[in-house]
């Protein structure tokens, strides 16, 4: 063997490494959405294989993405406003409210002015819907950040007030009715991908885009992450948490519409069991709920694994209660696994603080609503 | 001064029994109706589950947590036990159905406290794991079917008719008004004399520094879970025996009301703060609201949105009290930070 030789094999060598580190740099993927990338995986393979012929049915993949976009907007509301350290029981409410102001101004003008004129101003009727989640979240926004209740004190409020009212409204009945172009949003699909699902993957961009590349998402995160850094960096706790709650009172308007475009009716009960959801899918999407951490990527993968799943157990013959059992088997088993690898760490660095402290900073949460 | 903040009392018990009596006297103008034995005997009967539960959800926010699985637990051991009972003809009396329940609650609980005091999780995550977890298992592999009066246990359905005072015409107190009153008064002495209790609102307080005076906080949490696993297990089976059946879909799904009675209670969300006597008020507060609103000729529909602008005030109040009594020394940390 000449030097030459030696050398080139030493170059391709170490081109061969450099071509590694760049693959493994570009898969290594922020810890929420690289661990979901593997669940998703690993879930839609088991069920593939345990009954193609059901779930691998091109209608089965497109249910999936038609019942995925709600749950998973849901998921990103709960999902922002635990990045700020809080959380947001009224959200499921705040859809529920959204849904019904549409399903009736649009009644009420159907029946006023005609289905005619209705249907010409279904654009106006909408936005009212969008507006409307809003502005119950600048509600929530006010009382957690000038009256300065913990989120989770006033989210159960407003969840209680939201969903009242919104009986009062319906008077404890289903109301129907919506703008046909909300239905056919609905039905519609572009190359087999269902419509809603594409609106889900839209807004979970926009709100990527907000939260990692904007002034106002790099608050938020800070605030999350430590309220007395934040304050000390001259961050407005008030600002920021108003935007947070009024951008997540926003998504769950847009949650509320998908409702109405899945079935042309409204309630005040509809989907009750998706708060506890909400909080699984954040949590299994990799979000921290003392604040600070989370992405939108591993937010929407959670939404579809757990979509997955319960379409899965579906097609196994499994029941929504197996269901239950496997939501909450992976919700518990995720958080172990994710103490068991912080705290190996952390025994790994020097300095480490005593036991209980994990206990202290979890239980108390992040005090970053007063300000 | 004195006076008045005594009778305020440490979590605004004072304020509350206020706000009760001005409801009970706007109600009794409201409407004639409203001033019976009747009205109260029902008030007492549909306090006692929420009662429970209430006191269960109390200790868990006194030591910092959120318990959101035990109407979960409640409704397993409760229909666990019953649905036993009634498919081996075998009636274990109506104390041997409360032992019975009461230790598969505690097993449950068990499995709470183990998970939250081992690997340090958020309480309210962990809870609401198990409560699909248990929820699932009950209408998967023990049943899913209602369980109506006929098919009781002889024990559990003539307790349902024990009653403690019957008034002819104006309705009766319910018998089981007497194990939860003494429920009520155990709690209580608990929290106050032992030194359990006194470790629960320590841990609650600051974890770290009650583990350095030497309380074990692990141990302290997982007995605090078996306890109201037992405790939620006891409501349950109260709730059977009041309904007059036992139907696996039901509970699941109250929590939050429960939970919005114990803050109304004065209990902070942050541990360390809450007495048995606020959670009392808190809940009888709700019950009269939910109970007596028709009544005064408001539409039943409004009950929910009542109580959660009640809970909106109540926490708005504490609050603002809250920041009024921190602006001191925020005052000085602005001084400092302009010079």
Known sequence: MSGNDLIGLRNANQKLDDGFAGIISRIQVPRGAGRMVLLLVITFAFFAIMNPRVFLNPVNLQNIGVAAPEIGLIGLAMMLAMLTGGIDLSIVAIANVSAITVSSLYT??????????????????????????????????????VVGITPILTTLGTMQLFNGLALVWTGGLTISGAPSALQMIGKATVIGIPVLFLILLIVAVLLAMVVDRTPIGRKIQLQGANPVAARYSGISARRTLMLTYIISGLLGGIAGLVFLSRNPSAS??????????????????????????????GVVLATLTLQVVSSGFTALRLSAYEYAIAQGVLLI?????????????????????????????VKRGKDGTRP | ???????????????????????????????????????????????????????????????????????????????????????????PTIVG???????????????????????????????????????????????????????????????????????????????MLVPVVMIVVVIWWMLKYTTFGRSIFAIGGDAEAARRVGIKVVRTQVILYVLVGALAAFGGVIFVILGKNANPQTLVGTELDIIAAVVLGGASIFGGRGSVFGTVLGVVLVQLINNNLVLVGVPSTWQRAAVGILLIVGVSIQALAAMRSRRQPVLVEEEVSKA
């Open chain 1, 333 to 361: 088993a995720v958080m172990i696994f994710d103490q068991l690898r912080f705290r190996r760490r952390r025994r790994a660095s020097p300095g480490s603080s005593s036991e209980t402290v994990a206990i202290a900073t």
């Open chain 1, 268 to 297: 005040a009960d509809y989907g009750s069991s998706y708060v506890l959801l909400a909080i699984v899918i954040a949590v299994l999407g990799g979000t921290n709920p003392n604040g600070g951490f989370a992405t939108v990527t």
């Open chain 2, 97 to 175: 159905i409360f032992a019975i329940a009461i230790v598969i609650g505690a097993l449950w609980g068990l499995l709470n406290g183990v998970v939250i005091a081992r690997f340090r999780l958020p309480t309210l995550i962990v809870t609401l794991g198990t409560q699909g977890i248990i929820k699932g298992i009950l209408l998967t592999y023990i049943g899913s079917t209602y369980i109506s009066a006929a098919k009781l246990p002889d024990s559990v359905a003539q307790t349902g008719d024990a009653h403690l005072l019957d008034v002819p015409g104006a309705g009766y107190l319910h018998g």
């Open chain 2, 1 to 91: 001064m004195k006076i008045l903040r005594r009778l305020r009392g440490a979590n605004n018990e004072g304020v509350l029994l206020a706000v009760i009596i001005v409801v009970i006297v706007l109600m009794a103008f409201a409407s004639p109706a409203f001033f019976t034995p009747g009205t109260f005997f029902s008030l007492a009967r549909s306090s006692l589950v929420p009662l429970v539960f209430a006191l269960g959800v109390l200790l868990v926010m006194i030591s910092g947590g959120i318990d959101v699985s035990f109407p979960a637990i409640a409704i397993f051991a409760a229909y666990t036990t019953v649905e036993w009972s009634s498919e081996a003809s075998f009636d």
């Open chain 1, 108 to 145: 009420a003008i159907s029946v006023g002015g005609g289905a005619q004129t209705a249907e010409s101003l279904s654009g106006l009727i909408i936005l009212a819907g969008v507006v409307m989640g809003a502005l119950l979240g600048a509600v929530n926004g006010v009382l957690i950040s």
